[in-house]
Nanobody, 123 residues
């Protein structure tokens, strides 16, 4: 069982920057990948960026060149550095993790969502 705790959301002016953090906690688990998604009012949740335990990244076009995802595997944490923020970036941002749990000789595959943190870009 894993829980994700997000932090770093808030109000920022257009052109500003914000850094989101997410930490996974639990016992007897291994992270496969962590990601950030976002959901604006009236829209579907969409991928922002993803990073595997090995450091392979994937970015949505909306964040390419502006957002950087990074991870600290030792801390089971992932950050999203968001630069040049625009009003269109306003959304609830959700952390997501794919992970495994080793139980004896068997391995279970799971996923978990954080509760979300609100990012508002406005002047």
């Amino acid at each position: 069982q894993v829980q994700l705790v997000e932090s770093g959301g808030g109000l920022v002016r257009p052109g500003g920057s914000l850094r989101l953090s997410c930490v996974a906690s639990g016992s007897d688990f291994s992270i496969l990948a962590m990601a950030w998604y976002r959901q604006a009012p009236g829209k579907q949740r969409e991928l922002v960026a993803r990073i595997t335990n090995g450091g392979v990244t994937n970015y949505a076009d909306s964040g390419k060149g502006r957002f950087i995802i990074s991870r600290d595997n030792a801390k089971n944490a992932v950050d999203l550095q968001m630069n040049s923020l625009q009003p269109e970036d306003t959304a609830n941002y959700y952390c997501h993790a794919d992970y495994t749990v080793l139980r004896g000789i068997s391995t279970g595959y799971f996923e978990v969502w954080g509760q979300g943190t609100l990012v508002t870009v406005s002047s």
